[in-house]
């Protein structure tokens, strides 16, 4: 089934666990009406997560890191 253009194939859950002093606990962040990340923005933040994002040239990667999650 092709779901080009369709707004649901967009959506994605995601959910970031971490200790307290690395993950900002008990937030929500964006809700459906008002979406904050896509699906290309996963790759970016786990790059941020591991540390190696600032190493990646710019325009190689699309999407954002979602680090609103981070402290």
Same mark, same amino acid.
């Given at each position: 089934i092709d779901h $080009? @253009?369709?707004d649901n194939s967009r959506r994605i859950f995601a959910?970031?666990?971490g200790p307290q002093g690395k993950v900002v606990? +008990?937030?929500t962040v964006g809700s459906q !009406?008002?979406?904050v990340g896509q699906a290309i923005d996963i790759v970016p933040t786990i !790059?941020?997560?591991l @540390?190696?994002?600032p190493d990646i040239p710019g325009g190689l990667l699309? @999407? +954002?890191a979602l $680090?609103? !999650?981070f402290v």
């Amino acid at each position: 089934i092709d779901h $080009t @253009g369709d707004d649901n194939s967009r959506r994605i859950f995601a959910m970031v666990v971490g200790p307290q002093g690395k993950v900002v606990q +008990n937030q929500t962040v964006g809700s459906q !009406a008002s979406p904050v990340g896509q699906a290309i923005d996963i790759v970016p933040t786990i !790059a941020h997560i591991l @540390g190696f994002l600032p190493d990646i040239p710019g325009g190689l990667l699309s @999407g +954002n890191a979602l $680090t609103q !999650a981070f402290v």
